[in-house]
């Protein structure tokens, strides 16, 4: 399913906002560089307390958000007609929507729909998901129609080709736009480089826990924590930092996620 009709994604959710920093062109050298900015956790509100909070138990009852991208997607009858693309969630780390790409064999050929979740039936990772979507109703759901991800009165005056890294408007995010952020921890008080997020997992409808790849001297190898993916914690999607209130020595001794789906 994927053409040159890809770019029209990035046209669609592109320059709502300023390009992304892209910090990680840089590196880990870049990483160590950026450490040091003073922390305020008091945005953060109640903390989930490491202790006693298993990522066993969250992923027990939810799924990863990447195994749901480049998915199948399919129609009522069974269909295939395109694949997931990206998912948005809102300010408050609630999935609201998935982009697709679809009808690469329908008359208008390939397009990109954005489905409120509501209306997405999903069961498990790798048996693809259904869409409301037919060739006579794709227009109720074409992303430039989406008041949420895309005011059509704003189309003309806010595309700029070509990018690729750009925020969803309106307090909305794209899963895409977490993964690959670097993950700080606290180190008194000051934020320090830990590693970088690889996934989340969804949870009844909405972000519960983030998984993080940790590089250097915390630990190596995948650990899950508690969720801090929403604008109530002082985040903010064109950051490239994704900072979670615990301190380096509340990581100590934690073991990292052995799990095939990681």
Do not use: C, K
């Amino acid at each position: 399913m994927r053409t040159t009709q890809t770019s029209i994604l990035a046209l669609a959710i592109a320059a709502l906002a300023a390009p992304l920093a892209v910090a990680q062109e840089s590196g880990d050298a870049q990483m160590q560089t950026q450490s040091g900015q003073q922390a305020d956790t008091e945005r953060f509100g109640e903390i989930v307390a490491l202790e006693g909070w298993a990522f066993e138990d969250v992923m027990a009852q939810g799924w990863s958000a990447s195994g749901l991208l480049d998915e199948d997607a399919y129609d009522s009858t069974g269909e295939d007609i395109g694949e997931v693309e990206d998912l948005i969630f809102d300010e408050t780390g609630e999935l609201v929507a998935v982009i697709a790409e679809v009808g690469g064999f329908w008359d208008i050929g390939d397009t990109h729909v954005s489905i409120p979740w509501s209306e997405v039936e999903y069961t498990a990772r790798g048996e693809g998901v259904v869409l409301p979507v037919t060739e006579e109703t794709v227009d109720e759901y074409d992303l430039f129609a989406n008041p949420n991800l895309l005011p059509r009165d704003r189309i003309g005056q806010e595309i700029v080709a070509g990018v690729d890294d750009a925020m969803a408007p309106g307090g909305t995010w794209r899963v895409s736009e977490l993964i690959g952020d670097y993950a700080r921890l606290l180190s008194g008080d000051e934020w320090v480089n830990y590693g970088y997020v690889t996934d989340v997992v969804v949870q009844d409808g909405e972000v519960s826990a983030t998984l993080v790849n940790a590089s250097g001297v915390y630990g190596y190898g995948m650990y899950g924590y508690p969720s801090y993916a929403a604008t109530e914690y002082g985040w903010d999607p064109a950051d490239p930092y994704y900072n979670m209130p615990y301190n380096v020595e509340d990581v100590d001794g934690l073991q990292p996620i052995e799990d095939e789906r990681y």
